[in-house]
């Protein structure tokens, strides 16, 4: 309700406190947005301006609702990749509702090329995250708590050990995670 709404800032700061690899600096988001949706994040500030000085209503509320989102987290010491689809919600919705206001007969060439560049450079990022750089941190902005390519090695290993020792594997959920992602 209304009271958890109110705590909650002040819960997510000091728990975000309690792990340093959640500790990321102001600008976190930018430089995600930056590095996977360049244009999507310029078209969103272009939408910001134009609407600004527009003064639509609904312009301005998605305005103000991204602004808000991007400030509210970017101030929180907590940060994690997850949290980006809560500023990606509005981002894009003030991104359409600024295309579809700019669209018309003179503009339907550029405003579609724009269209098409932004699905093109999102569907490069998937394809690029999800299998060319999954464990490569520098590169790849959303990958957060992934596996070393070495597990695939683990299954070697206690075969290899196992000849010599007894082996015992300790499991302490029933969860295999992660390793049907690798086998």
């Given amino acids: 309700g209304v009271r958890r709404s109110l705590i909650a800032p002040f819960v997510y700061s000091s728990s975000g406190m309690l792990f340093e690899s959640h500790v990321k600096p102001f600008a976190y988001f930018f430089e995600i947005f930056l590095s996977i949706e360049p244009l999507l994040f ?14 639509s209503i609904v312009g301005v509320f998605l305005s103000f609702w991204l602004v808000a989102m ?8 907590y940060k994690t990749p997850w949290l980006i689809v809560s500023i990606t919600l509005p981002m894009v919705l003030l991104s359409a509702f600024f295309l579809q206001k700019v669209w018309g007969k003179k503009t339907r060439l550029v405003v579609s090329a724009l269209v098409l560049a932004v699905i093109a450079l999102s569907v490069f ?8 750089h999954v464990n490569e941190d520098n590169i790849n902005k959303l990958s957060y708590v992934h596996t070393a390519n070495n ?8 075969e290899e050990n ?4 007894k082996v ?3 499991v302490e959920n029933y969860s295999l995670w992660p390793l049907p992602w690798y086998f």
Avoid: D, G, T
């Avoid at 990022?125 to 060319?132: E, G, H, M, R, T």
């Avoid at 695939?152 to 206690?158: G, K, P, Q």
């Fill in 70 to 77: 991007f400030f509210i987290h970017s101030i929180s010491p």
């Fill in 168 to 170: 015992v594997l300790q």
């Fill in 151 to 158: 597990a695939r090695n683990l299954l070697s290993f206690l």
């Fill in 42 to 55: 310029l078209l969103s500030i272009a939408a910001v301006v134009f609407s600004l000085f527009r003064r």
């Fill in 125 to 132: 990022n998937v394809w690029q995250s999800s299998f060319l």
């Fill in 162 to 165: 196992s000849k010599k020792k």
